[in-house]
């Protein structure tokens, strides 16, 4: 019996074949909408087709299909806790999962209960719908970052292989540090046995300084961005995201024209409002409030979330290039910096949102509540109070993958913005 009939025998869901065209002709319907909105931003730099193609044309889907044709195998992962080091040292091609579409919500919510993350809910129902990049992956890595994540796990291993990444609570104990090192050691043998290869010291190397280049770019991107010389959120966002699909070499390449462009182009945007964009995931093709924000008069020139800036920013460090060094080094790139609400402390959150206010001369902040989405919920309550402190306006946006609320947030965040006009 196939994964697929299965899932459905287990859980007593239906195939959904009849509406599975119609969902996803809705979906490419709102795919074509967002690229329209972004075709229409003014004095767009050409180069921006490239990252457009990357997320709205099956294109890439298409080269990973000829890819596992010729024996590549895909490993699906969702968070920012995957060490994709690892995954290109052993000769597999990481793709993340984490689904930004409302469509496929609805063939979810057979299975699971109405309350839960939306992000969820759409994973779930792009692999019932056989959809995108999900029915490519050979393998799916999730970290333990929420209860939903945990659970999502059980239900895709009916499809294909699941492996769980196990996170500590509190990540600055020395025994939280050596628990997630050993978890990264654990993960490379599983990877090594999944591949069926070795991972040398030399392809781990590699690997790590081609990321390293990565990173680099992403750098001279960000700091491109913080002198008035960046691009509005809506494409810095295109930008980061185009690199959970593409072929890694590809992305720092085009990313490098991009700079080089950006270095070049005098268009400034200093009369906008100039906003900092935290709290929960936002991922193509869900730009709604990105597009209200910014079609509204403001610019995104920062942000603090998993799918932006946090993914891209930071790079392994390595004193020494042993096999120990460079499991530690890469254990900690992904444990330390993270300010993932998942850890039972978030001090270095806060400071990390009052860095990016100064280092981009930032005038308000919006917060980004996910509906159901309980770790970003309780933190904005400490977020609220430290920029209380600083006299930073603050607005919490509580919405989910739906366009219903679109009028209603439109109209509230004019007003936060007609509110920073009067301060000014």
Not at 62 to 79: H, P, T, W, Y
Not at 317 to 337: C, F, H, N, Q, S
């Amino acid at each position: 019996m196939n994964k697929n009939k299965e899932f459905e025998l287990r859980y007593a869901v239906r195939p959904f074949k009849r509406e599975n065209k119609k969902i996803e002709e809705d979906l490419n319907n709102k795919i074509k909408k967002n690229l329209k909105l972004l075709e229409n931003i003014p004095n767009r730099l050409p180069i921006m087709t490239y990252y457009e193609e990357i997320l709205g044309s099956s294109s890439r889907i298409d080269e990973l299909k000829k890819a596992k044709e010729n024996g590549k195998k895909i490993v699906g992962v969702f968070c920012n806790f995957v060490p994709e080091e690892l995954l290109y040292a052993a000769g597999l091609v990481p793709i993340r999962l984490c689904a930004g579409s409302y469509d496929t919500i609805y063939p979810a919510e057979e299975i699971l209960p109405r309350d839960i993350c939306q992000l969820i809910k759409s994973s779930v129902g792009f692999k019932l719908l056989g959809l995108s990049y999900f029915e490519l992956c050979d393998l799916v890595i999730i970290p333990t970052t929420c209860d939903g994540k945990k659970k999502l796990g059980e239900m895709l291993n009916s499809f294909v292989p699941v492996l769980l990444l196990e996170l500590p609570n509190r990540k600055n104990l020395q025994r939280a540090k050596d628990f997630w090192i050993n978890e990264v050691k654990t993960l490379k043998k599983k990877l090594e046995k999944f591949a069926r290869v070795k991972i040398t010291r030399q392809g781990l190397k590699h690997a790590i300084q081609t990321l390293q280049k990565r990173q680099a770019v992403f750098r001279k991107f960000y700091e491109l961005r913080k002198n008035n010389q960046g691009l509005n959120g809506r494409d810095t966002f295109l930008v980061i995201q185009a690199a959970f699909y593409d072929e890694v070499s590809r992305w720092i390449e085009k990313t490098q024209t991009l700079c080089d462009q950006l270095v070049s182009n005098k268009k400034s945007q200093e009369s906008r409002i100039r906003l900092l964009l935290t709290g929960a995931p936002i991922i193509w093709p869900n730009y709604k409030l990105l597009n209200i924000i910014e079609e509204s008069g403001a610019i995104i020139v920062a942000d603090e979330l998993c799918s932006g800036t946090r993914m891209l920013y930071d790079p392994v460090g390595v004193d020494e290039w042993t096999e120990k060094a460079m499991i530690t080094g890469i254990a900690y790139r992904y444990l330390l910096p993270s300010t993932c609400p998942c850890f039972t402390e978030s001090n270095d959150r806060m400071d990390r949102i009052l860095d990016l206010l100064n280092e981009f001369n930032v005038e308000g902040v919006i917060y980004h509540s996910l509906r159901l989405c309980q770790l970003y919920d309780i933190e904005f309550y400490r977020v609220k109070q430290v920029l209380k402190d600083k006299d930073i306006p603050l607005l919490n946006i509580h919405t989910d993958y739906s366009l219903e609320d679109t009028e209603q947030i439109k109209t509230r965040i004019e007003a936060f913005l007609e509110m920073i006009r009067a301060k000014r």
